[in-house]
Each structure stands twice: as structure tokens, then as C-alpha cells.
């Protein structure tokens, strides 16, 4: 349904929040959601009167913890994909990657942490 469609997308702002953007003024985020289910070209050479199938609201929230876990996984593999790079201007400055040692460190760092606190 177009209503959860719109709650799903929305979703991704959390996927991203999770991984500690503010999602700033200027961040341009844009999130969709689409579905092909109910394909109306199938549908256009039924009868004009035509059901719908969806899930209730309430079968949902796996589907939209799905999409936050999702989002967050796909930054954390940007970062980790991510290379060192020079910046846009010629200013000889280098835009440094993430140091995937240390970032598995920090990782199993708060791994352990919230097994501690489990």
C-alpha cells in the first residue's frame, strides 16, 4: 500500500542516523520505495472491478526493521569500500579512507560492550 510504501522509505533516514550522520541541511537525502506487486498490466485485461492483495499494517515491522538494518549495513560497507582520495580542489589535500584495522577494533570494541551489558 502507497501508505506503507511512504513508511518504509522513511526508514532509511533511521538506517542512516544509525551509523551517526545528522542528516544536515545540505545532506540531499532522497529515499524510495517502490513495489511491483498488484502489476496493473497484468490486471488491465480483467474485469474493471479488481482486488487488491497487501499486508496488514501490522505484519510490517519486520519488513521495516529489514530496510533500517539494510541502509546501515550498506554505509558501513561504503565506508569500508571507500579509498583514500585527493579532494576536489588543487590543494594538494588527501580525503584519507577509514583504517579498517582500526575499525574492526572499535567493532568488536562495542561488540563486547554490548555483550557485557546484555
Known sequence: MPSQL???AKRASIG?????TPG???SGDIFLAISTANDRTRQASMTPI???EFIADEGCD????????AIEEAVVNALVAAEDMATF????RLCK??????????????????????
Open 6 to 8: 511512504r513508511r518504509l
Open 62 to 69: 519486520a519488513f521495516y526493521l529489514a530496510a533500517v538494518e
Open 89 to 92: 580542489k588543487p590543494s594538494g
Open 97 to 118: 579512507a577509514i583504517d579498517h584495522t582500526e575499525l574492526a577494533r572499535l567493532f568488536r570494541k562495542v561488540s563486547a560492550l554490548n555483550e557485557f551489558m546484555t
Open 16 to 20: 542512516i542516523g544509525r551509523n551517526g
Open 24 to 26: 544536515g541541511n545540505n
Open 50 to 52: 479488481q482486488n487488491m
